[in-house]
C-alpha cells in the first residue's frame, strides 16, 4: 500500500519528525546507512526552511520507484511545500554559502549535492516548493553536474520525464490513491488508480492495480484496464486512468474509467482527455475508447485524483514546463487548494513531461 509520511512544519519540534520520516521512508526503500542519514539531513534542512523562510508548510515523504519507469530499486521522495514569501533570487539559494539561520549549516547547496534529484520552483509572494530525492549507491550517481547535483527527475528516458506527489486524507498513514510507471520497449506507461473512498480497504485497491500494471507494460491502455479490472475484482475497486506515450512514434494515447482527471497541455491551450463511467473491479463499462494524439516538446500530461478539485486551473508560469514533474505536481496540488475547498479525499498527481533539452 502507498504509505506517505505528511509532515505538518510549524514550530521546531516537527523537525525530529522530518527526519524520521525520512528514515523511515529510507527502510522502506532498502537504503544503506550513508544513503539514510544523507536523506534524513536534506529532510532536516528542507523542513528548517520551511520554518525559517516559509512560515511553515508541509513535508511529503515517501518511497518512490526510479522516475524512468525502468525496473530499479527504490528512492525517498521529500517534497517541502509552503504558500510562504517565495525567493527573489533561486540559485543565490543554492549558492553553497547561502545557509538557513538557525539551521544545520547545510543549505540548499548541500541538499543539492546529496540527493540524487533536486528542483525547487518559487515565486515571490506565492511560495516555494523544494524537491529532492535520494537513492541508494549506483553508478548514476556518478552523472552528475558541475555543482554536484542533478537538477530535474533522473531518468534514463530520452526525452520523458516522470513524476508525482501524494497527499493522504487527513494524515492518515497510507493513501488509497496511487500511481506508477512502467517502461517496456519503447513504451512508457503512466497508471493512476483512486481506491474508492479512503483508508486501507482504498489503499489495497489501488495497491492491487499498481502491482497489475508491472508487467503489462506492453499492452495498449484500454487492454491494461481490462487486465485491471480483472485484478480488482474482490477490491472495492476503482477509478483508473492509463496514459501511453510511444517513445520512437511520438504518440500519446489514453484511456481511463471512473472520475480521474487528465488535462493535457498542448503549446498555450489545455485540454481535458475524457474518462469513461464506471468503476475498475466492479463496474467496467462495455466499451473502451481510448484518445490517442501526438506528444512533442510542447506537450504536458496531468492525471490527478479527485481529491483535486474539477476545477482547478493549471499555473501559467513557464518555468514550470522545465521543472521536475513531481514539482508540477506539488505545486498544482498547493495552488488548487484552499481554506473554502476543504480536502475530502486522498489526492494524488501525477505528470509526464517532457526533458528540457538543457536537462538532457
Known sequence: MTRVWDVPVHDSTRLRDARVAAQCAAELAGLDRARTDAAALVATELATNLLKHGHGGQLLVEAVSAPDGRAAGLMVQIAAVDHGPGMADVPAALDDGFSTAGSLGAGLGTCRRLADDFDLHSVPGRGTVALARIGGASASRGDRDAGGGRTG????????????????????????????????????????ADGLGHGPDAALASTAAVEAVRGSGHLPPAELLRRLDDALRGTRGAAVAVAQLDLRAARLRFCGVGNVGARLREGDAWRHLLSRPGIVGTYRPRTL??????????????????????????????RLLSADPAVVAAVTVRDAGSSA????????????????????
Open 289 to 318: 475508447p481510448e484518445t490517442e494524439v501526438a506528444w512533442g516538446p510542447d506537450r504536458l500530461l496531468v492525471l490527478h485524483s479527485d481529491g483535486l478539485p474539477s476545477r482547478w486551473e493549471p499555473s501559467v508560469d513557464p
Open 341 to 360: 475547498r476543504p480536502v475530502r479525499d486522498d489526492t494524488a498527481v501525477a505528470v509526464l513531461s517532457p526533458t528540457p533539452p538543457d536537462r538532457s
Open 153 to 192: 527527475s533522473a531518468d534514463a528516458t530520452p526525452g520523458v520525464r516522470v513524476g508525482g506527489v501524494n497527499v493522504p486524507f487527513q494524515g492518515a498513514e497510507y493513501s488509497g490513491d496511487a500511481w506508477t510507471c512502467v517502461r517496456a520497449g519503447d513504451l512508457l506507461t503512466l497508471m493512476l
